[in-house]
C-alpha cells in the first residue's frame, strides 16, 4: 500500500485478504468487511432504462452499479459514456 497510496511508513504497509490465520494479530491495523451489492430483478430493470437518465440536463453516470459492482463494470460504465460524449475518443 505504501507505493499505490503514496504513503511514508516506516514499515510496508500490506493489504490481504482470506489469511488473517498467517498475521500476528498484534500487527493488524484494521479488519473490515466489505460485501457486493445484491442485484435483483428490480436492480436489473434499472439498470435496463439507463438511457432514460444518461445525458438528460449535461449529467451523465458511470459506476459499478450499472453492472454486477465490480470495479470493471464501473470502467466498463465510463467507458460508455466517453463513447456517447465522444464516439472517436474510445475505439469501439
Not at 505504501?2 to 490481504?16: F, K, R, S
Not at 491495523?29 to 460485501?35: E, L, T, V
Not at 459499478?64 to 456517447?84: L, M, T
Amino acid at each position: 500500500m505504501n507505493l499505490l497510496q503514496g504513503l511514508d511508513a516506516p514499515e510496508p504497509l500490506i493489504v490481504t485478504l482470506n489469511r488473517s490465520a498467517a498475521i500476528d494479530p498484534g500487527r493488524v491495523i484494521a479488519r473490515m468487511r466489505y460485501a457486493h451489492p445484491l442485484h435483483d430483478h428490480a436492480t436489473l430493470a434499472a439498470q435496463a432504462r439507463r438511457h432514460e437518465i444518461q445525458g438528460r440536463r449535461r449529467s451523465w453516470f458511470a459506476g459499478a452499479y450499472w453492472g454486477y459492482g465490480f470495479h470493471e463494470d464501473g470502467i466498463r460504465s465510463a467507458r460508455a459514456v466517453v463513447q456517447a460524449l465522444d464516439p472517436q475518443a474510445v475505439p469501439a
